[in-house]
T-cell receptor
Framework: DAKTTQPTSMDCAEGRAANLPCNHS???????VYWYRQIHSQGPQYIIH?????ETNEMASLIITEDRKSSTLILPHATLRDTAVYYC??????????????WGAGTKLIIKP | GAVVSQHPSWVICKSGTSVKIECRSL??????MFWYRQFPKQSLMLMAT?????????EQGVEKDKFLINHASLTLSTLTVTSAHPEDSSFYIC?????????????????FGEGSRLTVL
């Protein structure tokens, strides 16, 4: 699986957009980009995933560069409850695979009032 | 969305005792569940893959006789920490995924339990 690189920590003001970058320069054509977050002392929470097109859901937007070597997770209007560690993971998923995710260190996002 | 529930959410036990943690998929059947361990300020580390009706697959360095996994039904997997010691104190998290759907099958998300914090005195 491709390795990802994320900044160790980031700050963002409440109400502003939080943009979390992720580099995955060795990603292969059939690997998806997944984003999860983990609020302190809780299990990880799925946010969004994508292959090559940009994706948006009720939580966030995922922007993947055309060469797929990097991506950005965007939380459009950050709130204090978005303070968490955000993990960017790339993984090939086949329909019949018992896939698991390899977790890096993630980015600790702190939303400040 | 799909829900995965763990129980207990926290447990304190004496050294040498065994502790069982349950992981349930509440609204879908999971043929596969995963167990992770997370030490303070560290990332999740996969311990084992739990397969319904068959033996679990353990990651390198994880003692299968110490961390017993049973996946007896499509909605329940259990992790038993046998003869627990203080170094086993950690945050244990399970995850499961719904069966793939659509044609072609969609790469679905993985759902996680709330985690179980084990403290061994």
């Amino acid at each position: 699986d491709a390795k990802t690189t994320q900044p160790t920590s980031m700050d963002c003001a409440e109400g502003r957009a939080a943009n979390l970058p992720c580099n995955h320069s060795t990603i292969s054509g059939n690997e998806y980009v997944y984003w999860y977050r983990q609020i302190h002392s809780q299990g990880p929470q799925y946010i969004i995933h994508g292959l090559k097109n940009n994706e948006t859901n009720e939580m966030a937007s995922l922007i993947i560069t055309e060469d797929r070597k990097s991506s950005t997770l965007i939380l459009p209007h950050a709130t204090l409850r978005d303070t968490a560690v955000y993990y960017c993971i790339v993984r090939f998923i086949s329909p019949d695979s018992n896939y698991q995710l390899i977790w890096g260190a993630g980015t600790k996002l702190i939303i400040k009032p | 969305g799909a829900v995965v529930s763990q129980h207990p959410s926290w447990v304190i036990c004496k050294s040498g005792t065994s502790v069982k943690i349950e992981c349930r998929s509440l609204d879908f059947q999971a043929t596969t569940m995963f167990w992770y361990r997370q030490f303070p300020k560290q990332s999740l580390m996969l311990m084992a893959t739990s397969n319904e009706g068959s033996k679990a697959t353990y990651e390198q360095g994880v003692e299968k006789d110490k961390f017993l996994i049973n996946h007896a039904s499509l909605t329940l997997s259990t992790l038993t920490v046998t003869s627990a010691h203080p170094e086993d104190s950690s945050f244990y998290i399970c995850s499961a995924r719904p069966p793939p759907s659509g044609s072609p099958p969609k790469a679905g998300e993985l759902f996680f339990g709330e985690g179980s914090r084990l403290t061994v005195l």
